[in-house]
């Protein structure tokens, strides 16, 4: 079994950064898929980003693409979220969730970490 803890959210102003981070422990896999997602007030949980665990090869949301990067350390069994130039459109709860291969659903979530974004 597999648990995941985020880490990183925080206030910040609209243009500012933030990294998110994603500590994975118990039983870790080295083929699990990794992503972000994240969750507004009154809004659906979104997909943001992901990395395959082996390989590195992400996909992002069209939201996040040219201002996020996601990444991974798998000695320190972690992911990443680099955030950038900020919006406010940005603010939610930021989850990290994952899944065994591109053919499973994410079944292992975190508890999320709030990411605010001021004007």
């Known amino acids: 079994q597999v648990q995941l803890v985020e880490s990183g959210g925080g206030l910040v102003q609209a243009g500012g950064s933030l990294r998110l981070s994603c500590a994975a422990s118990?039983?870790?896999?080295?083929?699990?898929?990794m992503a972000w997602f994240r969750q507004a007030p009154g809004k659906e949980r979104e997909f943001v980003a992901s990395?395959?665990?082996?390989?590195?090869?992400?996909n992002y949301a069209g939201s996040a693409k040219d201002r996020f990067i996601i990444s991974r350390d798998n000695a320190k069994n972690t992911v990443y979220l680099q955030m950038n130039s900020l919006k406010p459109l940005d603010t939610a709860v930021y989850y990290c969730?994952?899944?065994?291969?591109?053919?499973?659903?994410?079944?292992?979530w975190g508890q999320g970490t709030q990411v605010t974004v001021s004007s």
């Open positions: 969730a994952a899944r065994r291969s591109a053919y499973s659903q994410y079944a292992t």
């Open positions: 118990g039983r870790t896999f080295s083929t699990y898929d």
């Open positions: 990395i395959t665990w082996n390989f590195g090869s992400a």
